[in-house]
């Protein structure tokens, strides 16, 4: 069994299919915690969202970090009580607190996910896993290149690997759809 209580990173990217079919649908127009954000350019739990938002929070929740995800969560609700639409991707967690608390009591629908969703990061090992999911790779023994948005430094990604990283997620929508 993994151990939650280790420091993981939040640095995990919904892949782009998945947000492909959900900004289809919805129309996006703020991500209030975007991938590697630096937030002392500005906090997305402290600013005003904007109309259609799509949430993919840090999934840690541990006192250490602040609870991220309960926090997201709970501004989610606030935000829709605006009259926003907040539509969020979270890990099943149907027996937690803050499942039954807060969104329960406030959500407009809730979406199972069928299957995985193979999220995008690099787990403590130094691996980059499902990167193949940004860009299709042509030969197995070719390089991924990676920019990462906050140097504007290039990576060669030569350790890396496939269908780890996944989760068993749902939709979690706050607002008039």
């Known amino acids: 069994m993994k151990n939650r209580n ?4 939040d640095n995990w990217m919904t892949p782009p299919e998945e947000y492909r079919k959900l900004d289809e649908e919805f129309h996006f127009n703020f991500d209030p915690c975007p991938l590697n954000h630096d937030v002392t350019l500005w906090d997305g739990l402290k600013i005003e969202w904007k109309e259609r938002n799509f949430i ?26 605006k009259g926003k ?16 608390d807060y969104i329960l009591p406030n959500v407009t629908k809730i979406r199972w996910v069928k299957g995985r969703i193979p999220f995008i990061g690099q787990n403590d090992k130094g691996q980059f896993i499902n ?7 042509q030969n197995p023994d070719q390089k991924i290149s990676y920019k990462d948005p906050k140097t504007g430094k290039l990576h060669i990604l030569d350790k ?3 269908n780890t990283g996944q989760h068993d997620s749902m939709i979690v929508i706050f607002g008039e759809i």
């Open 6 to 9: 280790l420091d993981h990173s």
């Open 56 to 81: 993919n929070p840090p999934y840690s929740d541990l006192k250490a970090t602040g609870r991220l995800k309960s926090s997201f969560v709970k501004k989610a609700i606030e935000e829709s009580k």
């Open 85 to 100: 639409l907040c539509v969020m991707l979270l890990p099943v967690s149907t027996g937690t607190k803050l499942f039954h």
């Open 131 to 137: 990167h193949h999911l940004i860009r299709e790779i």
């Open 160 to 162: 890396y690997a496939k």
